[in-house]
C-alpha cells in the first residue's frame, strides 16, 4: 500500500472524527447542532451565538455559554446580551461583573439596566458613594425609575438614613401602586419604622386579595403591633399569617421572639421546632432554637443549633460565636 494512500485514509479518519473543527463535541449534539450549522453558513449573525450561549447556560455549560454570549457582544453590542453576561459573571465573583459592566456602560450609555447593574455592583462591593452617584444620575434625568428609586432607599437605609429612605419608596410607590412587591416593602419598612400606614397599607391588601391566600399584610401588621408593644395583637396577627400560609417562615420566627422575650421559652421552643420541620434549612430558625435552649440550660444541643444555623448560613456570624462562646 503506497504512502500516499495511508496519508490519504488519516485524512478521512481525522476528517470523521472532527478533526477538522474546533469546536466541542457538544456543539454537534442536539439541541445545539442546528444553532451550530447555521453559525457556520453565517458567523457573523450575533443572535445565532446568543441562543446557542443560552441553550448552553440552561445545561450547565457555563464556560461555553460564556464564549458564545461574548461572541455575540462582540458582533452587536446589545443590552440584553451585556446583562446575559453579567449574570454568568456575577455568579463567578462581583469584580469580574463590575469590570464588564463599566465596559458595556461605556458601550451603551444610554442604558439604565446596565447602569443599575454597574450601580448594584457597587452595592455588593460596599461602594456606597459610587453607587448612589449613578442612583441620582439616573434619577436625575428620570425621576420616576423605579429601580433608581429602590436602589436609592437601599442606599439611604444602609447609610442609616431611614426617613430619606422611607421618603423614597415612598416615592417609587406613587408612581407604581400597583407593583406587589413594591407595596410589600413600603409595608414592611412602615411596620418597621412604627408608621401606623402599615396597618391602612396592610388592610387595602387583605381588601384586595378576594381569594384571602396571602400572608403577608398579616405579617406586616403583625411586626407594627410587636415594635409598638402590643404583643397579644402581634401574635394574633403572625398566628393569622401562619394560618394563611403554613410555610411562612417569617412569621414562626418573630412569634417566637415574643416568647423569647417574654422568657416565655417553652411557647418559643414549641414554635420554633414546629418551624423547623417546615423549613428544615432555615438558619435563622435554627440560630433561635441555639438561644431558645441556652435559655433553657440545654448547652449541648444550643451549641449543635447554633453550628448548624452557621452551616446553612456563613454570614450568621452571631451564631458562629454563640457557638464558640458554648
Sequence with gaps: MSRLFLLFGLILLLTSCGGNDDMPGIFHKPPFSALTDSIRKDPTNADLYYRRGALLYQSNSINL????????????????????????????????????????????????????????????????????????????????????LLL?????????????????????????PFDAELTHTLAFEYAEAKNPKALSLADSLIAMDIRQEHAEPYYFKGVYYSNTGNTTEALRQFDRAIQQDYYFINAY??????????????????????????????????????????????????????????????????????????
Design 253 to 326: 420566627v418573630n412569634k417566637s421572639i415574643i416568647y423569647y422575650e417574654q422568657k416565655n421559652y417553652p411557647g418559643a421552643l414549641k414554635t420554633l421546632q414546629l418551624a423547623s420541620t417546615v423549613a428544615p434549612t432555615e438558619a435563622t430558625v435554627y440560630y433561635w432554637l441555639g438561644k431558645t435552649k441556652e435559655a433553657l440550660g440545654n448547652k449541648t444541643e444550643a451549641q449543635l443549633d447554633y453550628q448548624r444555623a452557621f452551616g446553612l448560613d456563613k454570614t450568621l456570624t452571631e451564631a458562629k460565636e454563640a457557638a464558640e462562646k458554648l
Design 65 to 148: 455559554a460564556e464564549e458564545d454570549l461574548r461572541k455575540a457582544w462582540s458582533l452587536n453590542p446589545s443590552e440584553e446580551y451585556a446583562l446575559s453576561i453579567t449574570t454568568i459573571l456575577q455568579d463567578r465573583s462581583t469584580d469580574s461583573a463590575i469590570v464588564f459592566l463599566q465596559e458595556a456602560n461605556r458601550k451603551l450609555p444610554n442604558s439604565i439596566a446596565l447602569q443599575v447593574g454597574l450601580a448594584r455592583g457597587y452595592q455588593l462591593k460596599g461602594k456606597t458613594a459610587e453607587a448612589m452617584a449613578i442612583a441620582d444620575r439616573i434619577l436625575t434625568q428620570f425621576p420616576n425609575q423605579l429601580d433608581a
Design 152 to 176: 436609592r432607599s437601599e442606599l439611604l437605609k444602609a447609610s442609616n438614613r431611614n426617613p430619606e429612605a422611607l421618603a423614597t419608596l415612598e416615592k417609587a410607590y406613587a408612581y407604581a
